[in-house]
């Protein structure tokens, strides 16, 4: 479904990216760990548009969309719940969402998918009136993936869904990730710092240590990997 | 017999108050109605400041631009609606009352408000798109340019001197003014003679909106008149009354583009965080340049206010006023729509007001020729007690 061969990312003359390369199959969760800095937010900025590459190429559903406007890439199907949640403090919750299925025309559709969300999340359905900005840090998280679904995308890029929420709300933002991916069939490329949660979740994995690609296996496997263990499961 | 031409439209306000010996009535009823008509243009003018400072306000609020070319636009809106008053003769269309006029009033701002719309979103393509990755100071320095561009091109294309409103070079056969009852609306049909002009003489000056009846006619011909001198003439407090209803009117129609449409709410996505926007597929581009578009429309529908009210057109006519929309736009708290329509009035009506009381309570004889410097020094007072303006937001900065 997506599809990264050898991609180069630089910053003016910084390089962020080497040579990635990377595969995610429809209906899989797959992951990507690593420390702070070794390129994971670029590598999803990379696939939605935000970023160009200066080599190598990203093909989703066999189409090229490097370089390619972030607004197209939203409408070709993926969906970017960036890291930080960043979603719109001063608009409402129900205005957030909307903005979410803003490609989208068709108001029955975005009814149907704002029922959707609501039935993930009962709790935004509560606060559907209050602006965004006054949700706690959990529940910001659980507006930032409802509405990068609303777009009803058919690959959703996850960054950091647990950064800095309450241990018992992420357990609940995991559960419903699952179900996303279950109950929708939404593929999900998931980056986590949070390595046990992220080898629980997903099927498989990608390691990336300063901008390379260093293992990619099944999840099962990494877990037992001696290198993985040392360095990221503690 | 001298030009008798739009008498309310002669003098700007501000001499005209400055002429008034106000200091010879203490009575307190006295003050009470000398005090109503500066109130009233005050609330007249700060409505022009309003329309031209939402314009600054939406730029700023969704590229953090102070648009610098903003008065410029304005200026342009104002000369198209200064050509359309002229020249397309509408209040001749046979309507009862004071309709003519106020189709051609409504057509010359509609025409205004969209050519300065254009030229707005024109300018940010060519202008600061190119730039709007370089920074803010980069984005700053391209709008002072692009101000000083426009007011040379508007130079060469309609000359330097001011432009009397209404042009009195429009011409029309008394034959060809349409044989309906001179109407109660307008009485200021004068008849003159010029002696120093070339052109046909004696003249008739007939106001917009009257109506030449056939008695008025015979009489014309009997004393040679054939040619008659045709002013767009405005009642200045219709003229006043019909800005603040227009700015009533706008006002909520921009809240709920704001608040309702689509649109709208990608605005607000857009100016809170442009890259999570673009994430949910919102166009940067279609929504900066549609900003671009409603801010200078209003601001067209200003100008031409403007121009109505005070009486000239000329390439930096957009100067004053736009400097003064922004201060009226930072009073407000820049970046905020109800503030940016509260700090025009406030403004409008300081600029109006102050001078007056401090000529007569204070005896301040010369205060009308300070007002700006009173409007600039109320600015900077608002300033040391509300750093961010009334409406405004304390910003934290992202991390």
Known sequence: ?234 | MSLVAAPLLAAPFPAAGAGVPLATAPGAVGFFEDLLPFLLNGFGLGAIFAFIALGYTMVYGIIKLINFAHGEFFMFGAYVGYFCLRDLELERVALPGPLPIVLDFLVALTAAAFAAGLLAVLTERLAYRPVRKAGRIAALLTAVGVSLLLQNVAMRLWGAQARAFPDPKAWSRVADLPEVARDDWHRDVAFHTDAGAEILEPRVEVAAGTRVDPALREALAARGVDHVYRTVTLDRDALQAFVLLALLLWAPLLWWLVKRTRMGKAMRAVSEDPDAARLMGIPLDRVVAATFFLGAFVAGVGGVAYIATYGKVFPLVGFLPGLKAFVAAVIGGIGSIPGAILGGLILGVTEMVLPFLLQRLAGWEEAFAWKDAIAFAFLILVLVVRPTGLFGRATREKV
């Open chain 1, 1 to 234: 479904m997506l599809t990264l061969t050898g991609v180069d990312v630089h910053y003016g003359r910084v390089q962020a990216l080497f040579g990635v390369s990377l595969t995610v199959q429809a209906g899989e969760i797959v992951t990507l760990i690593g420390c702070n800095g070794a390129g994971k937010t670029t590598l999803l900025r990379t696939i939605s548009g935000l970023l160009s590459p200066s080599a190598g190429e990203v093909r989703f559903e066999g189409e090229r969309i490097d370089g390619l406007r972030a607004d197209r890439v939203v409408r070709r199907g993926i969906a970017h719940c960036p890291e930080g949640r960043r979603i719109f403090g001063q608009l409402t919750v129900r205005e957030n969402l909307e903005m979410g299925a803003y490609v989208e025309r068709r108001r029955d559709r975005v009814q149907a998918r704002l029922e959707r969300v609501y039935g993930l999340f009962p709790r935004l359905a509560e606060r559907e009136g209050q602006p965004g900005g006054t949700l706690s840090g959990g529940e910001q998280q659980m507006l930032a993936i409802g509405r990068a679904l609303m777009g009803g995308p058919r690959l959703l890029l996850l960054d950091e869904p647990s950064l800095g929420i309450a241990p018992i709300l992420v357990q609940e933002i995991f559960a419903e990730i699952r179900r996303v991916n279950a109950e929708l069939g939404t593929t999900i490329l998931l980056v986590e710092q949070n390595a046990h949660l992220a080898l629980g979740l997903a099927a498989r994995g990608y390691v990336l240590e300063t901008g390379r690609v260093v293992l990619e296996d099944e999840c099962r496997c990494l877990r037992e990997d001696p290198q993985v263990r040392e360095a990221y499961l503690g």
